[in-house]
Nanobody, 125 residues
Framework: MVQLVESGGGSVQAGGSLRLSCAAS????????VGWFRQAPGTDREGVAA????????ILGAFAKGRFTISRDNAKNSVYLQVDSLTPEDTAMYYC??????????????????WGQGTQVTVSS
């Protein structure tokens, strides 16, 4: 079983940046697929980015390209989401999730078995 703990959220002004962290335990991050998702009130959870495979291949949601970067640190057993040029539309709870399936990337929430509690990101204009 994998446990995930997110951190790094907060309140920022538009144009600012945040680095979200996802610390994993129960397995090593190079052995699992880790994704970042977000959910704003009244909306469905949407996939932001995922990293998978021993080489750390990545996929990004269409809206995330250019402003979001996913990375991992095997030594710290953690995955990160760097978010730049934040806008109020990025306000949401951000979750990391993990799956034992590492052959392909996925931004579909139901394809992930383990979830963290989330970290809130609030962007003011």
């Amino acid at each position: 079983m994998v446990q995930l703990v997110e951190s790094g959220g907060g309140s920022v002004q538009a144009g600012g940046s945040l680095r979200l962290s996802c610390a994993a335990s129960g397995d090593i991050v190079s052995n699992i697929r880790v994704g970042w998702f977000r959910q704003a009130p009244g909306t469905d959870r949407e996939g932001v980015a995922a990293i998978y495979g021993s080489s750390g291949r990545t996929i990004l949601g269409a809206f995330a390209k250019g402003r979001f970067t996913i990375s991992r640190d095997n030594a710290k057993n953690s995955v990160y989401l760097q978010v730049d040029s934040l806008t109020p539309e990025d306000t949401a709870m951000y979750y990391c999730a993990a799956s034992g399936e590492t052959r392909w990337g996925s931004l579909i929430p139901r394809q992930y078995e383990y979830w963290g509690q989330g970290t809130q990101v609030t962007v003011s204009s």
